[in-house]
């Protein structure tokens, strides 16, 4: 599966749309992106996946560019307890979730 | 989003003895379960993938025989921490999700297992 960038670390006022990047340069076709994140001490919540159309559900949207080499999550009005670290993960049909380091998310009032 | 839930949040043991950790899948039949462990200001690591009713498949470095996993069932999966020693102290989190082989269905995650071994 393809690797994926994120930033460490990012800030957020309360209220304000949260956006978060995600660079994945050698997605191949039939791999969809995933994000998913961690509250501390809790398992992982899943949030969105999409394979190249936009995708929106009720906790977040996600942007894929159209050459599927970046996307982008965005949490539109966040909260307090939307901090939490973000991961963004490419995954093949079948395939395993592989973590990687994740965007600390520091939503502040 | 479907339910996982893990059996004990915590436990400490003492060194040298073994424990076991639950995961359930709720609401779904889970095909394919995983472990991950996840140490203090680290990301998840993978240990294990099972399918239910066959062996399970380790991750490169994850002793088999120390990290015992059985998968007997679509709604059941069990890791055994054998012969536990302080270095096995971790955050342990099982991950479920339905669907076969080429499936691209999320994977939903429990809420994870405390370990101390003293």
């Known amino acids: 599966d393809a690797k994926t960038t994120q930033p460490p670390s990012m800030d957020c006022a309360e209220g304000r749309a949260a956006n978060l990047p995600c660079n994945h340069s050698t997605i191949s076709g039939n791999e969809y992106v995933y994000w998913y994140r961690q509250i501390h001490s809790q398992g992982p919540q899943y949030i969105i996946h999409?394979?190249?159309n936009n995708e929106t559900n009720e906790m977040a949207s996600l942007i894929i560019t159209e050459d599927r080499k970046s996307s982008t999550l965005i949490l539109p009005h966040a909260t307090l307890r939307d901090t939490a670290v973000y991961y963004c993960?490419?995954?093949?049909?079948?395939?395993?979730?592989?973590f990687g380091a994740g965007t600390i998310l520091r939503v502040k009032s | 989003g479907a339910v996982v839930s893990q059996h004990p949040s915590w436990v400490i043991c003492k060194s040298g003895t073994s424990v076991k950790i639950e995961c359930r899948s709720l609401?779904?039949?889970?095909?394919?379960m995983f472990w991950y462990r996840q140490f203090p200001k680290q990301s998840l690591m993978l240990m294990a993938t099972?399918?239910?009713?066959?062996?399970?498949t380790y991750e490169q470095g994850v002793e088999k025989d120390k990290f015992l996993i059985n998968h007997a069932s679509l709604t059941l999966s069990t890791l055994t921490v054998t012969s536990a020693h302080p270095e096995d102290s971790s955050f342990y989190i099982c991950s479920a999700r339905w669907g076969g082989g080429g499936s691209y269905n999320e994977q939903f995650f429990g809420p994870g297992t405390r370990l101390t071994v003293l």
């Open positions: 993960i490419v995954r093949g049909p079948g395939n395993k979730l592989v």
């Open positions: 099972s399918n239910e009713g066959s062996k399970a």
């Open positions: 609401d779904f039949q889970a095909t394919t």
């Open positions: 999409g394979l190249k």
